[in-house]
Every structure is written in structure tokens, then in C-alpha cells.
């Protein structure tokens, strides 16, 4: 059985306004019973037929209780009224009231003070986006943007140098592998793609250089036993393809390819947020570049091999 509304609309989800978090929705309840009295308040005063008017009168009346209601059941709840969701609001930018007035009116208007923008806890910072213009940024409050402070950062800083020293050791062993994948693939475009690629991480390991160099470190590789691996597994699949037709031969090679850029997408996404954590972003974009690069690859990979499974198939079905 479907449900329709009173002029016949078709009941959909779209009628479900939850957050799933019970306080804030309680408070969307109790907003929305006051624009409903008011509703019934302007239908009042426009109607002539008392009956009318008593019904009305009593579905108006019921917002009021619904509204107590809802007040009751969030105070049961025994949240502060902006205690809202889990996560914390920014310590001190939570009591910063922007004044983004840039001026008196034209007849003679002042900005208005009153409880919501003075007194405790407020801070009052006046015209924040004008402050570098008229040189009042020494002077007055500046913007408590940051959610935490620098204390913690040594850590994150020798987690970030670590990564970006293996990821640098990875990319220099790619440098040796890329050139003999390319000589092993048998079809042109995915010869040229490993060749592109090749270009690319030069690109990267300059980069990683100059990332690492950016945190006040010497730029050194740790070595990355993971991209070891691969390139050894890769020079087996490179081994083993000398006896293979072209198409089953480049689909493994592809393969081995694969699997070096979803180590490499995962090591430069760990020290991207971890850049990104130390607010570093001249790293952050970096290594942007360098993933967006290892991504795009992996994505011409997929195209590469799509046509040669339908080449492999074939000579499956010739056997």
C-alpha cells in the first residue's frame, strides 16, 4: 500500500528531516512548531467563519504543546545548549564575534553592541578582512582559525620525514625498473605510457626532495623493503613473459605495474595528511601533484588493459 499526502503527492524520504543526532533534532522540532504557530496565527486573523477560526485556534494551540514537549525532552537530556554533535568546536574562535561592518550608514548608523557581540566571553575583532588593509592587524584580536596548536608537531614531523624518505628510495628504484617494464612491453601505448611514467617520477623524486628539504632536513632514502618487492616481482613477471603471447604478457606486466601504483598511491596519501596535519602547504601541494600523477596512471593502466583482455580471450578460445 502506498502513502499519499492530502493532495494526492506520493509519501517519499524526502519528508524524513533527521540529523540522527537526538539534540539536534529535537531543537529542528521545536523551530518548526514556531513557524507553524505563526502559520496559524496569519490564517487566523484572515478568517471569517468562527468555527474555522476554533479549529484553527486549536491546531495552533497544539503547536504550543508539542513545542513544550520537545524543550522538555531536550532538556531531559542534560546538554548544554550548544553542546552540538562530538566533535568540539575551535577553543577561542568559538568566542570571537567578527564585526564585518566597514563603516557608519548613510544617516549616521553605528554598528550595534549588545550581549550577542559584548561582554564575557566575547572577543570582538573588528573588520577581519579588511585588517592588512588599514594596518589594524598588529593591534587588535586576530582570528583563532586553527583547531590546535604546534605542541605535538615533533612527532608528525618524524613520521612525515620517514614516509617521504621511503617514498624517495621507492620512486629512485622505479627510475632502474621503469625503463626495463618499457622494454618488455610488447604493444607501443603501453610502451610510451611506461616511458610517460618514467618522466614523471623524475619529476617526483625532485619534489620529494624538495619537500624534505622544506622541513629543515637533509634529503636522504630509507630503504623501502615494500618497493623492493614489487620491483623484484616485477623482474619475475618481466622473466616468466618471455614465454608468453604479447597480450598475456603485457596484461602481467600491467599487473606488476598496478601494484606499484596502489603502494605508491598509498605512501604519498600517509604523507599528504600527514603534511597537512603539521600545516605545511607548500609540502601538501607537492605531493598533491605527485599523487594526482600516480592516480592518472594507474586510471591509463585500466585502459591500456582493457582491450588486451579481449586479445587474451581470443586466444584462450582458439585452444
Request: aromatic share 6%; with cysteine.
Amino acid at each position: 500500500m502506498n502513502l499519499f499526502n492530502s493532495v494526492g503527492n506520493a509519501w517519499t524520504a524526502d519528508y524524513l528531516k533527521i540529523t540522527g543526532e537526538l539534540d539536534v533534532d529535537l531543537r529542528s522540532n521545536i523551530a518548526a512548531e514556531a513557524r507553524a504557530k505563526i502559520v496559524y496565527e496569519r490564517l487566523i486573523n484572515f478568517c471569517l467563519d468562527a468555527g474555522t477560526k476554533d479549529a484553527i485556534q486549536f491546531l495552533m494551540t497544539r503547536e504550543i504543546t508539542h513545542m513544550r514537549a520537545f524543550t522538555l525532552a531536550l532538556e531531559s537530556l542534560g546538554k548544554h545548549s550548544f553542546s552540538i554533535g562530538k566533535i568540539a568546536p575551535t577553543p577561542k574562535l568559538v568566542d570571537q564575534f567578527f564585526n564585518d561592518s566597514t563603516g557608519k550608514g548613510d544617516h549616521g548608523e553605528v554598528d550595534a553592541r549588545g550581549p550577542w557581540n559584548e561582554g564575557e566571553p566575547w572577543e570582538f575583532v573588528e573588520s577581519p578582512a579588511f585588517q592588512d588593509l588599514n594596518g589594524t592587524a598588529e593591534d587588535g584580536p586576530f582570528i583563532h582559525a586553527e583547531s590546535s596548536g604546534p605542541t605535538d608537531s615533533v612527532p608528525i614531523q618524524e613520521l612525515l620525514v620517514d614516509q617521504l624518505g621511503y617514498i624517495l628510495h621507492a620512486e629512485k628504484q622505479l627510475l632502474k625498473a621503469l625503463p626495463k617494464m618499457a622494454r618488455a612491453a610488447r604493444s607501443a601505448q603501453l610502451q610510451t605510457l611506461l616511458q610517460t611514467h618514467l618522466e614523471e617520477t623524475e619529476g617526483q623524486v625532485g619534489r620529494l626532495n624538495e619537500s624534505i628539504q622544506l622541513l629543515g632536513v637533509p634529503a636522504r632514502a630509507k630503504p623501502c623493503k615494500g618497493m623492493s618487492g614489487l620491483v623484484e616481482e616485477g623482474d619475475e613477471v618481466i622473466s616468466e613473459g618471455k614465454e608468453k603471447e604479447d597480450a598475456p604478457a603485457d596484461l602481467a606486466l600491467i599487473g606488476a605495474a598496478q601494484r606499484v601504483e596502489h603502494y605508491e598511491i598509498a605512501a604519498y596519501t600517509t604523507a599528504r595528511n600527514l603534511a597537512l596535519q603539521l600545516r605545511q602547504p607548500a609540502i601538501v601541494q607537492l605531493l598533491t601533484m605527485s599523487l594526482g600523477e600516480e592516480q592518472n596512471a594507474s586510471q591509463l593502466l585500466d585502459q591500456v588493459a582493457q582491450p588486451l583482455m579481449s586479445v587474451a580471450r581470443t586466444l584462450v578460445d582458439r585452444l
